[in-house]
């Protein structure tokens, strides 16, 4: 197999945080040689310490970056298809390049279409993470139970949607499976981001810190992720715009149709939206407990 | 004072579900004589076995109700309007009643301008629950750490204010406040029902079945509240409608302003609106932390 994942295989984490961080921690502990390029020397030193990598760097130089076979970029999209344009004539023949990020039409294409024809990238979203950021609180535990989706294209080889698995398998993921990169940015649309159009809405809609004392369980749960990174969020939102439109669109044109019922007093409406809604919420219930 | 709880206090549970069962078995366990009427034979044998009550019948008998210094009514809310209109003749003098519903304008008015002057009437929302339902579910502590909310108006004395709160001390609550029935609702029309409107409509909008295996954390923390009693929470709806349809309305507001940033592809609306949200569920934070 081309790019069999081996135990010889040197495997580089572009971008040192938490994301990166975990994986380089998850591939280290399995006695891979793993090592990093991030802005950050702070970062670098302290994964060096810590055993997270074995060797690191604050900019990609050649001759580093040439030995490597698994190169996983864990950068803001933007950043990775810059990265990759940018370093392209100096990475190993044979390489297999694969990512973390959240959205993958806008930016996988992009890629695939400029790439040197000697290596290959393969988009992976790991369905993971913390309400923390940075190195300091990488862990690999976080992908033990947690979802990996690979997003081959007609490019992909066999060969590297093996691989790319198989690094969801060392990293100790639940369930490994495949998508189009378009079914994978509506599915995120509707499950993730719509979800946080949602709590930043609930939290920004009126002002609501003179209500924090009465909050009960379901508006805490409701807003949890209401605290979110702006930065990358607004990035991911704005690339995978369209499909978040239509995902926005149909929640609102139901969300009127219940306000509708409402307004109108047809409680035989309101009760089979509500029964609807419990034996489907019901179905995932069950879909967890048999996984 | 007029309605003091004090140990001789006999106390009547009007509903014996969940709620009113939790009740029973939190007055019961601190030895006060607590009574139960309930329509089901089962539930009244049931919770005398166990102790939750030490007797009770299936309907209210003058001889019985005419007993009771306390009179607690866990009913759906036109039930407690009802069972109050046709019983009220059978009521000791000076009994002092409360209630457990969560919709407060549209029921405690209509009852007190209609209740006998020589008994007393003051709404209370104790804001605890679980997913089941039935005295077989009942469990005393989940009061603890919850929040009690008594909901007086210009009729109510000041001795039944207290005597209603010292009832929320007896069942363990932690937070015990006084809200107008106008605020009350607003408050639940927004923290509880509009988060339930929510969770109804992303589970109703679109066929997601298929999604169920792809389900990250966020989605099910904003649907847990979906399966939902759409007999009681239909009529919870409609006895709170023009506040609810208000809060729906300034929700919908907001989410199509997020919506139109997107569309717009202006990043710095976005990431102001996600600063704020991120801000002020920070503050939610803090606070829980604090109690």
Redesign the interface.
Known sequence: MKYEINKNAKILIVGLGLIGGSYAQALSDQGFDVGAIDKDAESIAYAKENGIISHGMCEPKADYVKTFDLMIFCLYPHDVVDWIEKNQHILKPNALLTDVTGVKSSIVYKIQNTLRTDVEFIGAHP?AGRELSGVRNAKKDIFYG??Y?VTPTQKNTPDAIAACKKLGELLGFA?I?ELSPEAHDE?IG???Q?????????????D??S??????D???????????N??L???L??LN?EE??RQ?????????R??KS??D?D?GA??E??????Q??????K??QK?
Chains 1, 2 share one sequence.
């Open positions: 369905m947690a979802n989706i369930h499976s599915m509707f499950l993730s719509l979800a946080h159009c949602i709590a930043i809405t609930l939290m920004t809609c009126r609501c810190e209500l924090a004392l009465y909050t009960g379901s508006f805490r749960d409701l807003t949890r992720i209401a605290r979110i702006d930065c969020w607004s990035e939102f704005l715009q978040l439109l926005m669109d149909l929640f609102a044109d139901q969300f009127s219940l306000r409402l307004a007093g409680i309101m009760r939206l509500m029964r609807l809604s419990s489907r919420r019901e179905y995932f219930d879909i967890k996984n």
